[in-house]
């Protein structure tokens, strides 16, 4: 069973840093689509940053210059450095991955259960 597993939220005043982990495990055939998604009390989720197609990262604006997207193909994990953090950031966050399991061959969405990050002013 392919599953997401995030890692690394907290508390954190404002100007802070937080590293968030998205950890897959079971046996993964092919993805793509990579990204960390977030959402604050009573707002939808957006995207925050994304691997587009090519290696292309695709930053929200309010984010740009702040946070940095990566990831370790071999060890199947990705990484959200968030650094200057604002009370604004304030959301859970989830990574996203469309993966194609080996047993089945077959494309689906993936998200994690969600890390909280709170920052205080």
């Known amino acids: 069973q392919v599953q997401l597993v995030e890692s690394g939220g907290g508390l954190v005043q404002a100007g802070g840093s937080l590293r968030l982990s998205c950890a897959a495990s079971?046996?993964?055939?092919?993805?793509?689509?990579l990204g960390w998604y977030r959402q604050a009390p009573g707002k939808q989720r957006e995207s925050v940053a994304v691997?587009?197609?090519?290696?292309?990262?695709i930053y929200a604006d309010s984010v740009k210059d702040r946070f940095a997207i990566s990831r370790d193909n071999a060890r199947k994990v990705l990484y959200l450095q968030m650094n200057s953090l604002k009370p604004e950031d304030t959301a859970v966050y989830y990574c996203?991955?469309?993966?194609?399991?080996?047993?089945?061959?077959?494309?689906?969405?993936?998200w994690g259960q969600g890390t909280q990050v709170s920052v205080s002013s």
């Open positions: 996203h991955a469309n993966i194609r399991p080996r047993i089945s061959r077959s494309w689906s969405n993936y």
């Open positions: 079971g046996n993964i055939f092919d993805f793509n689509g």
């Open positions: 691997f587009g197609g090519g290696g292309n990262i």
